[in-house]
């Protein structure tokens, strides 16, 4: 990549989070930049590319605003962003390319595409690139992922039990939040006027928390310095897919000392199965001041696969997680042992890898109360001699994955996933 290729800014955030109004603002002050956008709505208009093309001077006949409607880049329109970028930087030598993510769309997956191109394997080319073999991503790089947070309703969206509709794929309204918030170099808080001091401080201990590594910037009527989301030189990828908060304490566990705010995170770590009726029950009941909690762990009755649990607010999804190194074959066992030395350490004579390690990251949380619920959920020493297969197991099923895959704790995610929601 050098560094005449042209840097392109991802504008993410749920519906009404205000990056339109940001990126007006970008267009109107951005006097000394020529500046190419690409807007993605879910409908068939594109109220967004209206709203854009009406309060700037940008238009579609100067080639420099181009619309992608009826679906979202993050999943089904993939192809359409790589021809439209590409088609952007033949035409014209812009200083920059803002794209506009519909509500819905997830920044990883878009970060993917403007990084990898046609190379992402589940990609099938389009007619365009098999026609010409262009590679569309040859003369730009993706420079900075910005994700709006409307700090106004940042509360009320993390604990909705809202489901989003994207183009029949169900997504719930605070994960998706979570899942915009954990990937980004810049996170812009806007709306700021219309909370007070104290709330805003405590939406950013959370947010520091979710993501240490973004900055953030506090905005009213989504007006930023253009200098803080274009042309940035903050993204690098594989420093965004390992940066999430979630990700680092489980790297380096600790619990973190009563900020001002409350807002604080901790790992549970336990070398026995839950009870799945018990774990089930407090999975009904979840605290709602846990924001958000990730891992792995380990369920009595499934010993071949270890489960991935993710909380985001009121979502709280479960999926396979990979086969427990302790199922492998002895060779792919030792080899597992040598690329990962720290296993050794807590390997179990009798059950080998198997275990729960989950991160919990929330306001006001009661540590102690909640290690206690969990460690209530873990089988007793008479159940641990008992019949597990007779315990009610109210979780979903999963098929062992075909390839036989060590348990990482920072793993990416599988598909898979399923929503639960227990108590029904």
Known sequence: MTEQTIPVTVLSGTLGAGKTTTLNHVLRESDDRDLAVLVNDMGEVNVDADLVAESSDISTEEEELVELSNGCICCELRGDLLDAIGGLTRNRDFDAIVVESTGVAEPLPVAQTLTLGFDQSDLDPTEFYEETGIEPLENCHLDTAVTVVDTHQFHEAMQSDEILDDDGTKKHLGDLLVEQVEFC??????????????????????????????????????????????????????????????????????????????????????????????????????????????????????????????????????????????????????????AYPELEEKWDEQWGDRGSQLVLIGTEMDHESIREHLELCLLTDQEMNADWDTFEDRFPTFEIPDEDEATEADAPEQDGQEEIGLAD
């Open 185 to 338: 170099d810049v996170l812009l808080l806007n709306k700021c006027d219309l909370v007070d001091e104290a709330t805003l401080t405590e939406i950013e201990d959370t947010l520091e928390i979710l993501q240490p590594r973004a900055e953030i910037i506090r905005t009213t009527h989504g007006r930023v310095d253009v200098d803080d989301i274009i042309e940035t030189g903050r993204f690098d990828f594989e420093e965004a897919s390992r940066s999430a908060g979630w990700i680092q304490e489980l790297q380096e566990p600790h619990e973190s000392a009563e900020e001002e705010h409350g807002v604080t995170s901790f790992v549970f770590e336990a070398q026995r199965p839950f009870h799945p009726e018990r774990f089930a029950e407090l999975l009904d009941a979840f605290p709602e001041n846990v924001v958000r909690s990730k891992g792995h762990f380990w369920l009595a009755g499934r010993e071949e696969m270890a489960l991935m649990l993710n909380v985001a607010g009121r979502s709280i999804r479960v999926a396979p997680a990979g086969n427990w190194i302790a199922t492998l074959p002895p060779e792919e066992r030792e080899a597992q042992f040598e």
